[in-house]
């Protein structure tokens, strides 16, 4: 993070990756007012795993995107390490993402002019420190697809390519949105794979979404979430390897 992302919350209150407390979040949509957070209060520990339970509108996704920059609350407090997100601004959030960052959602979003090698290059052109694409698509097992395009690789490599493309930049913060959701078991179980030795090899602080309560097991922590709040948090004695879920 460069010095100029907002105000430095002082040393004594400082702990974990993230700390969120008391986080609000409301849409004005026409003349309702929807609230997609409330009152959520959140730490998240350096290189752990996490995953979100909850039904559609519960806050799953909006408590992602205000943790990825790309949203800000409404009230309340969103911490970086020492940096205040919901003190920042619009080029400052940019720079948080770009820097620290990694996305991954349902849907691949590749180019599809483009190589699997030449989709990951889009990133690892802007980053500061990334790894080559041709080592990213080795993690996630795509060494002998670098130079397919899009419509020549299945739904499964196509999410792979889109994990590859999100840790080229190693990103300190891997945020998931229904990785699996658009895939069948088998793949999805492939995708999984990726995401954890990710988490696991590299240390990359990751936070999943799925709807799929089988895939809680492979975390080191499970949050469900119910209107706009944390109803519940359970902890699993021991991670799951995805080649063994099912759902």
């Excluded at 205000?66 to 080029?91: C, E, N, Y």
């Excluded at 990103?171 to 995708?191: F, Q």
């Amino acid at each position: 993070m460069t010095a100029s992302v907002a105000p430095s919350v002082p040393a004594d209150q400082r702990s974990d990756l993230f700390e969120l407390r008391d986080v609000t979040k409301v849409y004005r949509m026409g003349e309702v007012d929807v609230r997609a957070l409330d009152g959520v209060s959140l730490s998240i520990h350096s290189g752990e795993l996490m995953v979100l339970l909850g039904p559609s509108g519960s806050g799953k996704s909006t408590l992602l995107n205000i943790l990825g920059g790309l949203d800000t609350p409404s009230s309340g407090m969103v911490r970086f390490r020492d940096h205040r997100l919901d003190q920042a601004d619009t080029d400052e959030l940019t720079r948080f993402r770009r820097e620290h960052i990694g996305f991954v959602f349902q849907f691949y979003n590749l180019i599809p002019s483009l190589t699997a090698r030449e989709n990951v290059q889009l990133v690892t052109d802007i980053a500061v420190d990334p790894m080559a694409p041709e080592r990213a698509l080795e993690l996630v097992g795509l060494t002998d697809r670098l130079d397919h395009f899009p419509s020549q690789l299945s739904g499964g490599e196509q999410q792979r390519v889109a994990v590859a493309r999100a840790v080229a930049k190693r990103p300190d913060v891997l945020l998931c949105d229904e990785p699996t959701g658009a895939l069948d078991s088998t793949s999805g179980r492939l995708v999984l794979e990726v995401i954890d030795h990710v988490n696991r090899e590299i240390g990359t602080t990751t936070a999943l979404i799925t709807h799929n309560v089988g895939i809680a097991a492979m975390a080191d922590r499970v949050l469900r979430m119910g209107n706009g709040r944390i109803v519940s948090e359970e902890r699993n004695a021991e991670r799951a390897s995805p080649s063994t879920l099912h759902w």
